[in-house]
């Protein structure tokens, strides 16, 4: 945790003084217009802020209860999400929403707060190189539930890496 705490301190001393002095970094061949709408660098991206996000949840519920540990991290991510479309002009009325929309949102919703209250009560008993393979899982659930609600077909090469990705979660918590 101390460790932790180091590096992001150094991080962000860094990025502050370089914005102070007014030293831009060189441009960066992958921060153009073009791979910013890949769906491929946002997927990565979210995988590095997932597996941050289990480092910083296991650190943080050491202390207190989980579901107030979640209560906690859906309040800033509200927070957080209404500044930056407050930032960026996009807290407008976004026109008629369809019922379908809005039942398969609070649906999300719902599912998201659960997933979240049992991660955090899972990071709480057990060690996070445990429990974020497991919570992984998520992704062959993925898979199984877009091929039979959605009609999606995933490639022979698709279904290989999903197995993969199976096998690695077992893997992983099989003791030795």
Not at 49 to 59: E, Q, Y
Not at 90 to 106: A, C, D, E, N, Y
């Amino acid at each position: 945790m101390r460790m932790a705490r180091l590096i992001l301190r150094d991080a962000t001393k860094r990025s502050l003084l370089r914005m102070r002095i007014g030293i831009v970094p060189p441009k960066d061949p992958f921060m153009n217009a073009e791979a910013l709408s890949s769906w491929q660098v946002w997927a990565v991206l979210s995988a590095v802020f997932a597996a941050l996000t289990a480092i910083f949840a296991k650190v943080g519920v050491e202390d207190i209860n989980p579901d107030l540990a979640t209560f906690i991290r859906t309040v800033i991510v509200l927070c957080s999400f209404s500044l930056i479309l407050f930032a960026t002009g996009q807290f407008t009325s976004p026109g008629p929403i369809s019922t379908k929309s809005w039942v398969f949102l609070v649906l999300s919703g719902l599912g998201t707060g659960a997933s979240w209250l049992c991660y955090f009560r899972a990071l709480k008993l057990g060690p996070a190189t445990l429990v974020a393979p497991i919570d992984k899982l998520s992704v062959v659930l993925v898979a199984l539930f877009g091929v039979v609600f959605l009609g999606e077909r995933p490639s022979l090469n698709g279904w290989l890496g999903i197995a993969l990705i199976a096998a690695g979660a077992v893997l992983i918590v099989i003791k030795r």
